[in-house]
């Protein structure tokens, strides 16, 4: 099993290599770069799975990702699914 990622921030480009945590999924993170707070992508459990090189530890041993997470829930929809008519 692979516990370092190589993070890639979307909107600065910029690569950080990270070890990942064997025992939980990391919602969040501050680009080191530009300061952006990455959080997954839509499906994704957490920023490795969206930005990282490899997935997140559960996923690599599981198949599948650690528990399902309330924030997800509450999501807005994505940008452009939104239309406001009034
Ligand atoms: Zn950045």
Redesign the pocket.
Known sequence: MQLESTLT??????RFVETMPTDACQFFYH??????R?KPLAGDCCVFCSYGSVPCPPVQSNDRCCAPVPWLESRPGLPGAERHSA
């Open positions: 921030c979307p909107s600065c480009g910029h680009c080191k770069g530009c300061g952006t990455l």
